[in-house]
Each structure stands twice: as C-alpha cells, then as structure tokens.
C-alpha cells in the first residue's frame, strides 16, 4: 500500500541545537501531519498542513517548533531550539482529502536531545 | 474532548488461542474508528477501520472489530492467533472535532503471543 517515508529515523542531538525531521508523504496526498510519542505514552496530535499552511496545532506545538514544505519537497518539522522534554517518536502522516478521516503513517523519527 | 481508552496495557496469550483487545472511546458525535498495529522499528499499519454500516468490520490477518455504540467499545477480536501478531495495538478514532481530521490515539495494548 501507500508509504510514507521518515528521514532520519533516529536522531540525537544536543540540547539547544536545532534538528530538522524530514518526511516524505504519500505522493497524491494533499493533508499532511506531525504526532508525537513519549515513551510508554500514547500518541498525540502535533499540527496538520494544508496547501502551504498551518489548518490546526495542539497546545504541545511550541513557539520553537515550525512545518513546512517547499516547493513540493519533503514536508519537515524543525524544532530550534530543542529542549530535553523534546525526546520523543514524532510520527509523520498524510491523507488525500478533507473527507478522508485515515491517515496513513510513517515509521517515526526517535529524537533524543541530551 | 474526545478520548480512547485501552484499559490493558500488556496481553500474553498462547498461539492459537483466541484474543480481544479492549478499546472504548468518548466522542459525542459520528465516530469513525481505527485498529493500527505497530511492529518494532515500524510504521502504524491500517488493520481495519469502521465508518458507518455492519458494526463488524473485518480487516486483514484475521482481524475483525465490532462497533457498539451503547457501549461506546470498538474491541478488537481474533479467533486464532499465531505468534507474529506479537505487536503494539493502538485503537484511534478521528472525527470532524474541529476543522481538521485529526486523530485521537489510545494509549496501546502491547500483544504478546507464546508459542
């Protein structure tokens, strides 16, 4: 079936530095979406983009966290600076449309900020 | 707020044996429902999914889920099961909450299959 793509899928910074979760959603799809999960914890809805823009963000989308896509590209979230409480799975989805409610995901990025 | 609660965090059972996984979600409106399995180093895989219709929906791998809304539960059932459903299972459900299609996760249930 469809895939979505996560580069890389570990990553481990320093706290402070900037780190850049690259994600390559399913070719036709239009919606596109960032999750996190804290280890034993549940996953939680980060923020949705659409056509260039931010539809929607939840309180844990911090002022340092950012979502783009330029030109088509890889749909990324860049966290400057990143905190201890950033470690974390982030899970990148995309759907095709606004009636589809499935999302399908990617395999994660494990982000571990020492 | 809407919200699903998986109230077993770990369930070990012998292959072969029969399973339900337990998930009861909270959401006053039109629910649509999601069963995801995660294997290590994976992405969330689609198991099945209701939206509307036959509250039993059947997905792959044997997999099927009935939809109760009395009782606000989306369990997932398998009559057999063999060792490589070994997994974490993640009930969702999603929804028009707000002007976007996001998607309210349980916490998990880890499956553990002995063979």
């Known amino acids: 079936g469809p895939k979505v793509l996560q580069i890389p899928s570990h990553q481990i910074i320093d706290m402070g530095q900037m780190v850049t979760l690259n994600c390559d959603p399913v070719?036709?799809?239009?919606?596109f979406y960032w999750y996190k999960q804290i280890l034993g914890q549940q996953m939680e809805f980060l923020v949705n983009?659409?056509?260039?823009?931010?539809?929607?963000k939840s309180k844990l989308f911090k002022d340092q966290f950012s979502v783009e896509r330029p030109d088509g590209s890889y749909f990324t979230l860049k966290i400057q600076p990143t905190a201890l409480e950033d470690s974390a799975v982030y899970f990148c989805?995309?759907?095709?449309?606004?009636?589809?409610?499935?999302?399908?995901f990617g395999p994660g990025t494990r982000l571990t900020v020492l | 707020a809407q919200s699903v609660t998986q109230p077993d965090a770990r369930v070990t059972v012998s292959e072969g044996a029969s399973l339900q996984l337990r998930c009861k979600y909270s959401?006053?409106?039109?629910?649509?429902l999601f069963w995801y399995v995660q294997y290590p180093r994976q992405g969330l895989q689609l198991l099945l999914k209701?939206?509307?219709?036959?509250?039993v929906v059947q997905g792959v791998n044997g997999f099927e889920a009935e939809f109760i809304k009395s009782n606000s539960s989306f369990h997932l059932r398998k009559a057999s099961v063999h060792w490589s459903d070994s997994a974490v299972y993640f009930c969702?459900?999603?929804?028009?909450?707000?002007?976007?299609?996001?998607?309210?996760f349980g916490t998990g249930t880890r499956l553990q299959v002995l063979p």
């Open positions: 989805a995309s759907s095709p449309d606004w009636s589809s409610y499935e999302q399908y």
């Open positions: 070719s036709n799809h239009l919606y």
């Open positions: 983009f659409y056509n260039g823009k931010v539809m929607e």
């Open positions: 959401y006053s409106g039109t629910p649509y």
């Open positions: 209701y939206y509307s219709g036959d509250p």
């Open positions: 969702a459900v999603s929804g028009s909450f707000s002007n976007t299609n996001k998607v309210v």
